[in-house]
């Protein structure tokens, strides 16, 4: 398919544990997204790739989330000692990041994290 | 402190009618604002955007309205039809100096009535 693609879609792990979750992006969109949704709250900004460097990380909520985009396309976010807390959905977007062509971010469909 | 804010967690409507949902900013530094809808167990969709150097954009049945001197946005619905219940999220940025992360209300689920 042609859209952004998210894995696992669903995830269960245990507080403590390390955890994965992947983004395929929308291709030749340089800028990726990761955001998160909590129950009955909006989307919240968590990092942003521009290619693959981490263009601004300042929605990161300490340092035990840490995301990568190695080669400036797949993204991997990766969550160390989770948490019950950490319990989301975690939303990735990309873009063009152009004003001609468009600034509109294109999600996939998120992968709901639960940590017992 | 919410920088955008939608006030209406629900509205009801008749298929047919027309479908009004409000948002409101407090950074006047956004220039950039844009609706998504999301259907459970699915990403956000992006509907319709519109700059700061607009006041209306259309699309079909959706038109966005932004009022800048009230940091206010509305997007209308003409005329609903019950595919288009979804929670509705507004969404705002900075595109001009800043990443364009998008800050988003906590939104407004919409139900279209047969």
């Known amino acids: 398919g042609a859209g952004v693609s998210q894995t696992p879609s669903n995830k269960v792990t245990e507080k403590g544990k390390y955890v994965e979750l992947r983004c395929d992006p929308i291709s030749g969109h340089t800028a990726l997204y990761w955001y998160r949704q909590s129950l009955g709250q909006g989307p919240e900004f968590l990092i942003y790739?521009?290619?693959?460097?981490?263009?601004?990380d300042s929605g990161l909520p300490n340092d035990r989330f840490f995301a990568v985009r190695p080669e400036g396309s797949v993204s991997t976010l990766k969550i160390q000692r989770t948490e019950r807390g950490d319990s989301a959905v975690y939303l990735c977007?990309?873009?063009?990041?152009?004003?001609?062509?468009?600034?509109?971010?294109?999600f996939g469909p998120g992968t709901r994290l639960t940590v017992l | 402190d919410q920088q955008v804010k939608q006030n209406s967690p629900s509205l009801s409507v008749q298929e047919g009618r027309i479908s009004i949902l409000n948002c409101d900013y407090t950074?006047?530094?956004?220039?950039?604002f844009l609706w998504y809808k999301k259907y459970p167990a699915e990403g956000p969709t992006f509907l319709i955007s519109?700059?700061?150097?607009?006041d209306k954009n259309e699309d079909g049945r959706f038109t966005v309205f932004l009022n800048k001197s009230a940091k206010h946005l509305s997007l209308h619905i003409v005329p609903s039809q019950p595919g288009d219940s979804a929670v509705y999220f507004c969404a705002a940025t900075r595109l001009v100096g800043s990443q364009g992360n998008l800050i988003f209300g906590k939104g407004t689920k919409l139900s279209v009535k047969p």
């Open positions: 790739f521009q290619g693959t460097g981490a263009a601004d």
């Open positions: 950074n006047s530094m956004f220039d950039y």
């Open positions: 519109i700059s700061s150097i607009k």
């Open positions: 977007a990309s873009s063009l990041r152009d004003r001609l062509l468009g600034d509109e971010q294109f």
